[in-house]
């Protein structure tokens, strides 16, 4: 029975899931604007530093979660999330419109990053993520930065930032990290209260309804990036906070603490998270971009990964 109290919560987590969304966002706007001013190549904007920021409340909510035992709710989240990521937010950003072919130097990273974040899937295959795990996790993260850094761009910049505007910029930024890591805790209580009360699975609700809120940045960023012309930017974003999400997110949650993964809930999202790297490797390689045909058909996935979700939630609740 829904209750007043259980109400609450749920306004709570929606209201919270909103503020997070917006924080992170000024975060990776006033971050791409120092990534300017510093002369940082496209390339490390998209798939580090851009990908490592729209990533903060993944992060923020794998800390809060781990640390309150709840380790279930940040793997629903990161593997949701990646879900989310490729077919909601490229989805939209193929019906935008991304306008031109990317070149074969960026497909060719795109695809070797897609296929390395599938890595960290198999060590939740035995049902524990161990401090073993985590650290490969993490030397993995190290590895993926690695890459970047071998395969970087240099970026033409023909926006002035002085340097009043730049320690302005700065100064929102930390302020925005602030309020991100607050409303993370939020949406880690809150969840976890509604969970327990409908008897879901504390993953079902990462999977779902946290995995939309942590993918708003995304979802804004980079829809917003393509209908300015920076296709780039978005792919790198969408492809390096895969990664990130898998390896630092998911190793500092094992490391803070250990825990057994739903795999009832999280095998049916990583055969989501197979399908939807699948198609989006496959439409790089044959049509050399993200069509609004290949938009609808990620759409389409996003639609058929909720009513999946929903349905093994109901399945185990009816045992």
Request: proline content about 2%; some cysteine.
């Amino acid at each position: 029975m829904i209750t007043i109290e259980l109400l609450g919560y749920i306004v709570l987590l929606i209201g919270s899931i909103a503020v997070l969304g917006n924080s992170a966002r000024y975060v990776v706007d006033k971050a791409a604007r120092l990534a300017k001013f510093f002369g940082v190549s496209e390339l490390a904007v998209g798939f580090i530093l851009i990908a490592v920021l729209t990533s903060l409340p993944e992060l923020s909510v794998a800390v809060l979660s781990a640390t309150a035992g709840e380790g279930n709710i940040s793997m629903g989240d990161v593997t949701g999330s990646n879900v989310t990521n490729i077919a909601l937010v490229l989805g939209a950003c193929g019906l935008v419109g991304f306008g031109k072919k990317f070149r074969s130097s960026e497909r060719a990273n795109a695809l070797v990053l897609l296929f390395f974040s599938l890595v960290p899937l198999l060590l939740v295959i035995d049902g524990q993520l161990t401090s073993l795990d985590s650290m490969i996790l993490l030397a993995l993260f190290v590895m993926f930065v690695g890459y970047i850094f071998m395969n970087r761009v240099r970026m033409n910049n023909t926006e002035v930032i002085t340097k009043k505007e730049a320690a302005k910029d700065f100064i929102i930024f930390l302020v925005s990290m602030g309020v991100v890591m607050i409303s993370a805790g939020v949406v880690v209580h809150s969840a976890t209260v509604i969970a327990e009360d409908l008897g879901l699975f504390k993953s079902f609700i990462g999977a779902t309804i946290i995995a939309l809120g942590t993918s708003l940045p995304e979802l804004a960023v980079d829809t917003t990036a393509v209908r300015r012309g920076k296709v780039s930017m978005a792919l790198g974003d969408i492809v390096g906070s895969n990664v990130v999400n898998l390896t630092l997110v998911l190793g500092i949650n094992a490391m803070i603490n250990p825990f057994a993964p739903n795999l009832k809930m999280i095998g049916p999202v990583m055969l989501f998270i197979l399908a939807a790297v699948a198609l989006l490797a496959f439409f790089l390689w044959k049509n050399k971009t993200i069509s609004k045909r290949d938009g609808l058909v990620l759409l389409g996935l996003y639609a058929l990964y909720i009513i999946a979700a929903s349905g093994v939630q109901i399945f185990q609740l009816g045992q």
